[in-house]
């Protein structure tokens, strides 16, 4: 069975683990969201990759859901010593060395695609990782604050303010002339099933839906959601906040009127949420809560056996 998934974030990377483990058998492709990746320090940083690769491959931070395990912060510590900004992003010592090798391998000219593959050499994750696109896409966020109408790094928003100031617009710089890395329409194509984990369908799974050509490509699959909103509220982080800066109500309704009847073919939600429904689309209720490794896995089983039953 081939599997492709997209994802961003703590939600969607233990989301993976769990499908990784109810089909341990399959061949599964993730299309990661690159949107928040960021130049700190003259590194660039891609959180939501990185977060992949270490979740699946055994050197998250488990309590946090970020970052690695066993961290220490002595560069970061020395870098506020000299009072060098940004300090409201905080690396840990042994992330330092996964930016490093990132930023002297696209120094040398190798793609994003080509520097995930590498580095996931080392980890191991069991799926084949891939970045959105190889082209450099940012997602910033327009606020208003004591410094007037400004547009910020979605990383500045969502750490430092902690998306605070309500955002006014989210926009992927750079989405209208990206192309999918190489892999991924190749992979849509041949996948059985495409998954959209409970990942932020503003600044996640929205932001990989935006590069050119990968929408299309999922319209003829069967594609299969489980809604990151439980109950009106979002099961981890802030995607409230998203969905109200694009005029989104919060609640699993909702978020799949977004993604549309046309992308999506079947959809997973809350027991809470069981009066959600959309014309063409198959909704199932059942506990979301990934409270465990076998919560989790729960979810992507039922997950995959939603999707078979709509494959013809």
Known sequence: MRIVS???????????????AAAPSAEITVIGNTGDDITLFGLRVCPDLD??????????????GWGREKETHVVKEELAAYGVEPQWFGLGDRD?????????????????????????????????????????????VVITDDR???????????????????????????AE???????????????????????NPVVSIGTILQIPG???????KTVVGVSPIIGGAPVRG???????AIGVETSAQAVLDLYG????????????????????????????????????RAIAEATLTLANSLNP
């Open 214 to 220: 990968i929408r299309d490509a999922l319209l003829p």
């Open 148 to 174: 007037g109408r400004r547009a910020v790094h979605f990383q500045e928003w969502w750490v430092r303010l902690r998306a605070s100031i309500p955002a006014e617009s989210i926009a992927l710089i750079g």
């Open 51 to 64: 977060t992949v690769m270490y979740t699946l491959g055994g050197g998250i931070n488990e309590e946090q």
């Open 96 to 140: 330092f060395a996964t930016h490093i090798v990132r930023s002297q391998m696209l120094e040398a000219g190798f793609p994003l695609s080509q520097i995930t593959e590498a580095l996931c050499a080392r980890w191991q994750p069991g799926v084949r990782l891939l970045p959105m696109s190889d082209d450099r896409c940012e997602t910033h």
């Open 238 to 244: 802030m995607a409230d906040a998203c969905l109200t």
């Open 6 to 20: 997209l994802a961003g974030g703590i939600g969607g990377a233990r989301f993976l683990r769990g499908l990784r």
């Open 177 to 199: 002339t990206a192309k999918p890395a190489p892999g991924v329409l190749e992979a849509i194509e041949e996948a059985d099933v495409v998954i959209l984990p409970p990942s």
């Open 261 to 296: 009847a046309d992308l999506i073919n079947g959809w997973l939600v809350a027991e809470e949420d069981a009066e959600v429904s959309l014309d063409g689309v198959v909704v199932q209720a059942r506990p979301l809560l990934m409270h465990d490794p076998d919560s989790t």
